[in-house]
């Protein structure tokens, strides 16, 4: 053979090459077309399938995995109840587990639709970071606790932690809510500082420090599993800040936006309603036309407007459950009730309220 | 002196003693010191483990989310396989490489004699009471070890030593092969699983817990397996014995190949079952096994032909110039992979293909590779067909498995390129991959790990979207294989001068001569340093916990001690730092002692 011929193979070979990509090039044509910039995320969540929720995985009775990978809890639960109202199948959720780090960065870039991961509401969050915050799910606020035997009760205040140790996580609103607050009535407390709250109780167990502080959930569930002596009282009675805990999602995006919210407040009128998982099916539409109008009785126009389909909260009620259902089932077994206190009904002097569905 | 009585002076133990623990009395300061020491952490650990606050429930319970997180249940089969491909591989590669070395009856009763000792000697010295933290922060003393329990350990195992003592100096000439006495070992592990009870918890179907014993056996769904999986490794090893007698010596090639496939397959196809379309087979795999197939043949034809051999340059710069364009062009990944195992063969040709028998041999060769590469990627790129809540089938133990199989995998070929380049004569290469190895090297891993999570989809052109496991692994490469350049160049350079001389003066070229003569040498000497850098790179897997991958570490720090419902492990993390330091302490000490035989059997270390 020539040297012209090989030559001449070689470079043909290298074209054969290049044609044999043309096929290949389709298939990246097709991923690209998954990359909506500008589409609702409505719309891009029903063509996909599935809705992404991004939750923390790690926060007990808000979001936990349990012993076979399963994720469950308060926080949970809702992203299963906007499942259920998108795809008429709570199942259709893919979580992401993420660390508070990474949450808004997770948001912003489309890794997940939803956050709903014991996030607190504040100005700058909702303004500088480019998020929309939906109604508020869990009304919680920082507290302390301490421990009977130092002569603390759930009546003291911050006033009494003066000259104790405190343990809290460092670098969080946590640890400066505290010496802010120790600060104003003149207290004078020394602060120990840790990477986790885990760590913070383990120093509050063995002695190490007389208060540990984070917010009131977290304590409540503490104290209901390490308390055997009854020693711990969480104090004061109205927590030292407002941390607010709700879903998030990106700015700019009603059709999206309405859908999260009016999933929050189906739960929370069908609260008010008595209506629950098991008697939503029993329900008389006729005597209450905002519920029939909820679950799409009339030809659910209000529902068919937002993008879903008129049995859309129906799903969400018979699936996942009201209100009430989603607390007590995840937040009881840890100690916190919701009678008497912010997350209770409007009507029983709680904060849990929703505009009227008509 | 008590050190000069008879005692010291006569008996062999006395004198070992006598040397080792009190040769002067700063050492026998040192030796109590350390003594007591050892022996008050030790009682210090044993009443941590059995205080009555632990509850160890919490680590058996969760055994499964450590180990495969989220995997499917319904798919579990695949899990087993993945371990059963390990197993089986191990049977056959025990049988094959079986050395032949015996071990007598006494040696074994040396062994036992040894560990039952070191039984009683442990019990004996166990604490009897520990301290308990109450809730008001007072301490109570509880009694962990009672006086009978420890008699009915102690006396049994006093017994068996004191038998085991004089049974090891019994002459009987029966000699045992080690291979198989190790796999009796193993199988007396597995056969414990049926008798053996651990602290576990039950649930009924309503998902209430039933306490009705502390201790429950092991359930069957993880001793039937293991019965399974051994009774297959046994198969194989004798399958492995019968080829070694047989003499067959292709088998000394393929296993270690084996080898190194095994995790890839296990990775790409078992663990994963990829969802595999047909048309993508049709359109993208077999085109580009018949291009590369036939430019793998002409390169091989004519790579001793002197006709060529003039273009040589400008084809090698032709080649590199249109594999950096498809690398490039946004082209399906098994293009641009295969053009680099192109590349390779460019280079490797000239020096194998030089007969005919050479050639036809690098032809099998090439073809057969291109084959596995393609199948192993059409596995690794394509998506999986099981269905988890994470949307991800990696996490805990398999997850940290990947993380460290594939940063030695990519990292040792890159680190080895970076240390060649290094030392090359050509400034380009040596600048950049000084840079490269500079460049990663000074920047801390877990900066590394936030610039993978955060910052590495800004500089992917758009379009380009890795998965996070996907970019952590490039990371990695890139980071271990900057330390592995480092060690191989170091390596590299110890070799003396003579030996390029002595390759030059035979005639070899310079692949030759790198491959054959220096490379070699320079990895044997570096062997320690290198099993110290896997090592290093297995227990840094656990920092990927920091940018939110669920791996070992972060479910036992964060995720168990969250545990509400339905049982209860709220803050039990403690337990699980004891388990997981536990865990990776079997998994690197295994490592290190075959490292050191390893060692031992290349003869390192006697120069």
């Not at chain 1, 939750?55 to 009775?61: D, F, L, N, Q």
């Not at chain 1, 010496?179 to 913070?200: C, P, R, W």
């Not at chain 1, 098991?278 to 029939?292: H, I, M, Q, R």
């Not at chain 1, 009620?317 to 007590?328: F, T």
């Amino acid at each position: 053979m020539s040297k012209k011929a090989i030559v001449s193979l070689l470079v043909l070979s290298m074209v054969a090459v290049a044609c044999a990509t043309d096929t290949a090039e389709e298939e990246v044509a097709v991923e690209e077309e998954h990359d909506h910039s500008d589409e609702s995320t409505l719309e891009m969540v029903l063509e996909r399938g599935f809705v992404k929720c991004g939750v923390s995985g790690s926060a007990t009775a808000f979001s936990e995995t349990g012993a076979d990978g399963s994720i469950t809890g308060f926080d949970a639960d809702y992203c299963y109840a906007v499942a259920a109202a998108l795809f008429g199948d709570y199942s259709k959720v893919e979580f992401k587990s993420l660390t508070s780090a990474e949450r808004f960065t997770s948001l912003a870039a489309g890794d997940i639709d939803v956050l709903i991961r014991n996030t607190t509401w504040t100005q700058s969050r909702d303004t500088e970071l480019g998020n929309d915050f939906g109604p508020t799910t869990y009304f919680d606020g920082q507290q302390l606790m301490g421990r009977n035997s130092d002569g603390i009760s759930s009546s003291s205040t911050l006033a009494d932690i003066d000259g104790l140790s405190v343990c809290t996580n460092a670098g969080t609103t946590t640890e400066k809510n505290i010496t802010e607050g120790a600060g104003l009535v003149g207290a004078t407390i020394t602060l120990v500082t840790v990477e986790k709250f885990s760590e913070a109780m383990d120093k509050f167990i063995a002695g190490e420090c007389d208060i540990v502080t984070t917010d009131g959930s977290a304590l409540v569930g503490r104290r209901a599993v390490n308390d055997a002596l009854n020693d711990w009282s969480i104090f004061p009675q109205s927590p030292i800040s407002k941390e607010p805990l709700g879903p998030v999602y990106r700015s700019n995006d009603s059709m999206w936006g309405d859908v999260i919210n009016w999933v929050v407040y189906a739960t929370i009128i069908a609260d008010e309603y008595g209506v629950t998982s098991a008697n939503v099916d029993s329900v008389d539409t006729d005597a209450f036309p905002e519920l029939g109008r909820l679950f799409g009785a009339n030809d659910g126009e209000l529902q068919t407007v937002m993008g879903l389909s008129a049995d859309a909260f129906y799903n969400v009620i018979k699936q996942v459950g009201n209100y009430d259902e989603i607390y007590s089932r995840n937040l009881n077994p840890v100690g916190l009730f919701r009678e008497g206190g912010a997350n209770d009904r409007w009507t029983n002097g709680g904060l849990i309220y929703a505009p009227p569905a008509r | 002196m008590i050190r000069d009585s008879k005692f010291f002076i006569e008996n062999p133990y006395g004198r070992w003693v006598r040397d080792n623990l009190f040769s002067s009395s700063s050492s026998a300061f040192l030796t109590f010191f350390a003594g007591f020491m050892v022996i008050y952490s030790y009682r210090g650990i044993v009443g941590f483990i059995l205080n009555p606050e632990r509850m160890w429930t919490s680590v058996t319970y969760n055994m499964k989310l450590y180990m495969i997180l989220a995997y499917p249940d319904e798919a579990m089969i695949r899990v087993w396989l993945s371990v059963g491909l390990a197993l089986i591989l191990g049977g056959l590669s025990i049988g094959f490489y079986n050395s032949g070395k015996t071990i007598s009856l006494g040696g074994i009763f040396q062994k036992l004699f040894t560990i039952s000792a070191v039984i009683a000697i442990l019990i004996a010295l166990a604490p009897t009471n520990t301290n308990v933290i109450q809730n008001d922060g007072s301490i109570e003393v509880v009694e962990i070890i009672p006086q009978d329990v420890r008699m009915l350990i102690l006396v049994p195992s006093l017994v068996l030593t004191l038998a085991f003592f004089f049974l090891r100096n019994v002459k009987i000439k029966n000699l045992f092969n080690t291979a198989k006495v190790n796999l009796t070992y193993f199988g007396l592990i597995i056969a414990s699983l049926y008798f053996i009870k651990i602290p576990t918890i039950s649930l009924d179907s309503s998902g209430e817990r039933i306490i009705p014993d502390p201790f429950l056996p092991i359930a069957s769904t993880t001793y039937i397996p293991w019965t399974i999986l051994y009774v297959g490794m046994l198969l194989f090893f004798f399958i492995g014995s019968l080829l070694k007698n047989r003499d067959i010596k292709i088998m000394a090639r393929l296993i270690p190949i084996s080898w190194f496939l095994c995790p890839l397959f296990i990775f790409s196809w078992i663990f994963k079952k990829p969802l595999v379309e047909l048309n993508t087979v049709f359109s993208a795999d077999i085109p580009s096994i018949l291009v590369f197939g036939v430019i793998g043949f002409l390169i091989i034809r004519f790579s001793d032909n002197e006709s060529v051999g003039v273009y040589r340059t400008p084809i090698n710069i032709g080649f590199l110039v249109l594999s950096i364009v498809v690398f490039l062009l946004p082209l399906v990944f098994i293009f641009k992979a295969t053009m680099v195992l192109l590349l390779l063969l460019l280079i490797v040709s000239p020096a194998i293909a030089t007969t005919k028998e050479g050639k036809r041999q690098l032809f099998i060769v090439w073809v057969v590779s291109l084959f596995v590469l393609t199948f192993l990627i059409r596995g690794a790129s394509s998506d999986t067909m099981l269905v988890t809540p994470t949307g991800s089938i990696f996490g805990g133990f398999s997850l940290t498995w990947l993380l460290a199989i594939f940063g030695t995998y990519a990292s040792f070929p890159l680190g080895l390129a970076l240390a060649l380049g290094r030392t090359s004569t050509l400034p380009v290469i040596r600048i950049i991959c000084t840079g490269i190895i500079e460049i990663v090297r000074s920047v801390p891993y877990i900066t590394w790990l936030f610039f993978a999570s955060v910052m590495l989809t800004v500089f992917l052109p758009a379009g380009v979207e890795f998965n996070l496991i996907i970019r952590v692994l490039i990371l990695t490469a890139f980071f271990s294989g900057a330390y592995f350049a480092e060690y191989i160049r170091g390596g590299l350079q110890s070799i003396p001068k003579g030996q390029y001389e002595a390759a030059n003066a035979i005639g070899m070229n310079p692949f030759q001569r790198i491959f054959l003569v220096i490379v070699p040498q320079a990895l044997r000497t570096i062997i320690p340093t290198l099993v110290g850098s896997v090592i290093t790179s297995f227990k840094d897997s656990s920092l990927v916990a920091i940018i939110g991958l669920f791996d070992i570490l972060r479910i036992g720090t964060s995720v168990i001690p969250a545990q509400s419902q339905p049982v209860v492990f709220i803050g039990r993390n403690l337990e699980q730092l004891v388990f997981l330091s536990f865990f990776f302490w079997v998994f690197t000490f295994v490592f290190s002692r075959r490292s050191m035989k390893f060692e031992k059997r290349l003869g390192l270390g006697e120069r």
